[in-house]
């Protein structure tokens, strides 16, 4: 049985998967802030990328590292979506999203198929099929540069900014999607695109550094 939680993509999350959202919110020690990777802005930032993801990988058993992973709501739609998925590794500087997002992603956990780490992205060393970055606009120029060197040159990359400079903790945001563009070092381009929401724009690109 699923829940829809998209009418528009008709993307359907497992209920057992959505009961374990619940318990991560409800033990979180910050519920508020847990509760934010579930506005709506959030998830239909997310749902976009995953359906743009399906249309260029049809790959068996990806494997999908995700950087600046957060509670691990991405990586849950991503499980309840058409992809086929042999492991996800969600990625966040953040200590204490690492209980949530093993939370949110419990199933997945018990079955071996997931898995949180704490770690800085720049840093990070690693093979996957596919890589992820919806947090640019929370990393410097620098590092934002730094991360796309260490990505497998074979990897599709999906990576997401926007223009919300009002946020403090927004630091490289861009004003333009050609500006995102200018600023990323994606030699092949599939998908650059741009999605309004109420308060404002995000900017996706998908493609690979070669």
């Not at 992205?121 to 540069?145: G, L």
Request: glycine share 4%.
């Amino acid at each position: 049985m699923g829940f829809l939680i998209n009418a528009e993509s008709n993307l359907k999350v497992d209920i057992q998967d959505v009961l374990f959202w619940m318990d991560a919110i409800r033990n979180s020690n910050d519920q508020y802030r847990t509760l934010e990777s579930f506005w709506k802005g959030q998830v239909n930032s997310k749902i976009w990328l995953i359906e743009n993801i399906e249309a260029y990988c049809r790959r068996d058993k990806l494997r999908i590292v995700i950087h600046g992973g957060w509670n691990g709501v991405l990586a849950s739609l991503l499980f309840n979506s058409r992809l086929d998925i042999s492991h996800i590794t969600s990625v966040d500087i953040d200590p204490n999203c690492e209980e949530t997002a093993h939370t949110v992603n419990k199933r997945q956990e018990m079955q071996g198929r997931f898995t949180a780490v704490t770690a800085d992205m720049c840093e990070y060393e690693y093979d996957a099929d596919i890589v992820i970055n919806t947090s640019v606009e929370h990393i410097t120029s620098a590092q934002y540069r730094q991360w796309l060197k260490n990505v497998p040159d074979d990897a599709l990359i999906a990576t997401q900014s926007n223009n919300y400079f009002e946020l403090d903790e927004h630091i490289n945001c861009h004003k333009t999607l050609e500006e995102f563009i200018g600023a990323s070092q994606i030699k092949k381009i599939y998908t650059g695109d741009s999605l309004k929401l109420p308060k404002y724009t995000r900017f996706m690109l998908i493609g690979k550094k070669k």
